[in-house]
Nanobody, 123 residues
Framework: QVQLVESGGGLVQAGGSLRLSCAASGRTISTYTMAWFRQAPGKEREFVAI???????DYATSVKGRFTISRDNAKNTVYLQMTSLKPVDTAVYYC?????????????????WGQGTQVTVSS
């Protein structure tokens, strides 16, 4: 089993930055595909960013150029650097792990999920 714990959320003004962390425990995630998803109030959870075991990345169109996903396998941690934040980025952000190492945005693909961290962007 893998436990994922997100941190780094908070309240920030529009245009500001935050860095989210997702710390894994239980076993190494170095061979897992990792992703970030988010859920805004009253909306369905949606894909944000993905990183493969080899460091390949991709992003939702809405965050491309503003968010950067990265991983530090030595620390068993994944990060999401968020810049130029907008009020529409307000959501609970979730980290997820695909133990098969696939390349898929579908939430059903992911085996482990964190509890989420709240990001609120004020205008």
């Amino acid at each position: 089993q893998v436990q994922l714990v997100e941190s780094g959320g908070g309240l920030v003004q529009a245009g500001g930055s935050l860095r989210l962390s997702c710390a894994a425990s239980g076993r190494t995630i170095s061979t897992y595909t990792m992703a970030w998803f988010r859920q805004a109030p009253g909306k369905e959870r949606e894909f944000v960013a993905i990183i493969s075991r080899y460091g390949r990345t991709d992003y939702a169109t809405s965050v491309k150029g503003r968010f950067t996903i990265s991983r530090d396998n030595a620390k068993n941690t994944v990060y999401l650097q968020m810049t130029s934040l907008k009020p529409v980025d307000t959501a609970v952000y979730y980290c997820a792990a695909d133990r098969e190492g696939g390349w898929d945005w579908a939430q059903s693909r992911y085996d482990y999920w964190g509890q989420g961290t709240q990001v609120t962007v004020s205008s």
